[in-house]
């Protein structure tokens, strides 16, 4: 079985909100497999593009980048859900970001 690393980690909101680093394709391919959320084409893309990474006949790379999609799509991708916090957090106090 191949545990393909990523290039960089992927960081991802999970759980009870701490920010984790997905760093290899095991890491991700379980966070899809165990994700609870509606099922879309961006997921199950995510899926198959893990399974053939973890198979060997896909790399890292193109794993990282179908995982990344997911994560962006749902709004946990750390860097994503900071800005989009901090935006709520000074419309709500009437700040212009």
């Given at each position: 079985m191949n545990h393909a690393t990523f290039d960089?980690?992927?960081?991802?909101?999970?759980?009870?909100?701490?920010?984790?680093?997905?760093?290899?394709?095991?890491?991700?391919?379980?966070?899809?497999?165990?994700?609870?959320?509606?099922?879309?084409?961006?997921?199950?893309?995510?899926?198959?593009?893990?399974?053939?990474a973890i198979r060997g006949e896909r790399d890292g790379k193109d794993a990282r980048e179908a995982f990344q999609r997911f994560v962006r799509g749902k709004g946990i991708l750390a860097e994503d859900a900071y800005s989009n916090a901090a935006s709520r957090l000074a419309r709500e106090w009437s700040v212009q970001p």
């Amino acid at each position: 079985m191949n545990h393909a690393t990523f290039d960089r980690p992927v960081p991802v909101f999970i759980g009870l909100g701490f920010p984790q680093e997905i760093e290899n394709v095991l890491d991700a391919y379980n966070i899809l497999i165990e994700w609870n959320g509606i099922p879309d084409l961006d997921r199950a893309g995510a899926i198959e593009v893990c399974r053939k990474a973890i198979r060997g006949e896909r790399d890292g790379k193109d794993a990282r980048e179908a995982f990344q999609r997911f994560v962006r799509g749902k709004g946990i991708l750390a860097e994503d859900a900071y800005s989009n916090a901090a935006s709520r957090l000074a419309r709500e106090w009437s700040v212009q970001p």
